[in-house]
Structure formats: structure tokens, C-alpha cells
């Protein structure tokens, strides 16, 4: 259903909530970056299956090998996913150099690299989550050598 009023409301917010994250982004680099570094989730799933996520690029390695298990639960998926792309991008913002979190004008974050190319790594998340692929290893891999 298409209604005009509520199209424009929805996609006024996605920008007001871009700008107040890029501003964000802007004040307090390190703090936004810490915010999105929690994955709570992500975390708690890990640690049941007894990994520790230590924000190497070899607990990403460690994560896709993981049964999949949250996969029969519908409702965790885009959440879990969501924690996974965050956990990527801040294991790409730690360890590749000038690396960097930047937000989309829909309020979206993405991880800029040294060559200007934009990752959506929350995108990557939850593919991964869904279906295995890319793999968190695989895409690290990428970005590190972009």
C-alpha cells in the first residue's frame, strides 16, 4: 500500500537518524565504535558454543565454523546477523589500516577503506546468518586486501 504522508514521514526519520549517527560518528569516534563493537548476541551465542570473541580476524575464521544453529529460529536471524556484521566491521575497523566507520544518509553504517570503497558489513552479517555466505573470514579477507 502506498501512502504518501506516511512514505515521506518514514524516510524523513531514516535521514534524521543518519544525521544524528554521523554526528555521533563525528564527536566520538571511538565511543560510537565501542557501541557497535557489543554484539551481545553474537557473543552470547559464541560463548555457548565455547568461543570467546576476541576481535581477531581468526574468531572470524572461528564463526564460520559454528553449527549454525540459531538458522530454526526465524525471529533471531536478522538480530544475530545484524551483531555479525557489527562484529566484522569492527574486527576490520581494529585491524586494517584506516579503516574506518562512516554512515550512510539512511542513517546505515558501513565500513569506508583505504581506497574509498564502502563495505556494508551489517548487509554481509546477515546474509551470513541466514545462509553461511560470504563467510565473515571471506570478506575480512577481502577488505584487508582492498
Given at each position: 500500500m502506498n501512502i504518501p504522508f506516511l512514505d515521506n514521514w518514514l524516510n524523513r526519520r531514516e535521514a534524521e537518524q543518519g544525521e544524528r549517527l554521523t554526528l555521533a560518528l563525528a564527536d566520538?569516534?571511538?565511543g560510537v565504535a565501542e557501541l557497535f563493537?557489543?554484539?551481545a548476541m553474537?557473543?552470547?551465542h559464541a560463548r555457548a558454543a565455547g568461543l570467546e570473541?576476541?576481535?581477531s580476524p581468526a574468531s572470524l575464521e572461528a564463526?564460520?565454523?559454528?553449527?549454525?544453529r540459531w538458522r530454526r529460529d526465524p525471529e533471531v536471524v536478522p538480530w544475530l546477523g545484524n551483531d555479525a556484521g557489527f562484529y566484522l566491521g569492527t574486527v576490520i575497523v581494529r585491524t586494517v589500516p584506516e579503516a574506518s566507520w562512516q554512515v550512510w544518509p539512511n542513517g546505515r553504517p558501513v565500513i569506508l577503506l583505504a581506497s574509498g570503497r564502502e563495505?556494508?558489513?551489517i548487509d554481509s552479517g546477515v546474509s551470513w546468518a541466514m545462509t553461511?555466505?560470504?563467510?565473515l573470514s571471506q570478506a575480512?579477507?577481502?577488505a584487508s586486501e582492498d
Open positions: 566520538d569516534p571511538e563493537s557489543e554484539c553474537l557473543r552470547a570473541l576476541d576481535g564463526l564460520d565454523q559454528l553449527m549454525p563495505l556494508d558489513v553461511g555466505s560470504p563467510e575480512y579477507a577481502e
